[in-house]
């Protein structure tokens, strides 16, 4: 049974936490990331940002983009920038959402998972 599969019956419970961020792949060690991302469901926008909040986002990828939708600037929204991508896996054995960013992997966990 591969790790993701470990942690399907988990989800439901660890669906109502909120994931905060703990590293990105160029701080992490590369096998780690490797099997995160060869576990990886793909999953939305919307599902993505239940768990990771703007403000998590935000701690990440500063005020590049625009992460609200009452925000009333012409910037890019995160969700539609066709260079971002939004995961779930498991990461070094706990639950993890994560984004892709022009190939870079920002990893989400909650913290008592």
Not at 68 to 94: C, E, I
Request: glycine share 4%; net charge negative.
């Amino acid at each position: 049974m591969c790790l993701f599969e470990q942690y399907i019956m988990n989800w439901y419970r660890l669906a109502q936490e909120q994931y905060y961020f703990v590293t990105d792949c160029v701080s992490a060690k590369g096998d780690d990331i490797t099997e995160m991302v060869d576990e990886a469901e793909d999953v939305t926008w919307e599902e993505f940002n239940r768990h990771v909040s703007n403000d998590e986002i935000r701690l990440v990828m500063g005020d590049f983009y625009d992460y609200d939708d009452q925000d009333n600037n012409a910037g890019l929204k995160f969700q539609d920038d066709p260079y971002v991508s939004f995961h779930k896996s498991v990461y070094r054995g706990r639950p993890c959402y994560y984004f892709d960013h022009s190939a870079i992997e920002y990893v989400f966990c909650p913290i008592n998972a």
